[in-house]
């Protein structure tokens, strides 16, 4: 019984933590989105911000950790909403990836609308879990 409750509030623990986590990681998204198109605006190359690269790993990371503390989310309180609503948002992350990067912004505002609605599904995960 004891290694039950050890247990159930280790991954209390971990839920919650993961949620910020991906919160953060989320802002971090945003800052980079924003700041790249600040600097490409100023200056013709910003340099490896702008490497394919980074945004594909940056994607892989953030449906890892959206399958997983979304995931748990719902085994948790059983909601569906959150899962969704994050869904969406990496749906959307996703689809800016086959976006030119024209200068024009169209592929950084997608970008960060689809992170803005990532991070509200893991705050409503966060919120549905207490």
């Known amino acids: 019984m004891e290694l039950a409750l050890t247990r159930s509030r280790l991954w209390g623990f971990l839920d919650t933590r ?3 986590v ?3 990681l989320s802002g971090m998204c945003l800052v980079h989105c924003i700041a790249t198109t600040v600097l490409l605006a100023a200056v013709a190359s910003a340099g490896g911000l702008l490497s394919p690269a980074i945004h ?3 994607l892989s990371l953030a449906i890892l950790l959206g ?3 979304l995931g748990r989310g719902i085994l948790r309180h059983g ?3 959150p899962a969704a609503v994050g869904g969406f948002g990496l749906g959307m992350m996703a689809g800016a990836l086959s976006l030119p990067h024209d200068g024009v912004g169209t592929e ?3 970008t960060m609308v689809g992170v803005l609605t990532l991070a509200l599904g893991h705050d409503l995960n966060r919120r549905a879990t207490y």
């Open 18 to 20: 993961l949620d910020r």
């Open 22 to 24: 991906a919160m953060t």
């Open 56 to 58: 594909e790993v940056g």
């Open 67 to 69: 399958i997983i503390g």
């Open 79 to 81: 909601y569906m909403l």
């Open 108 to 110: 950084a505002v997608w």
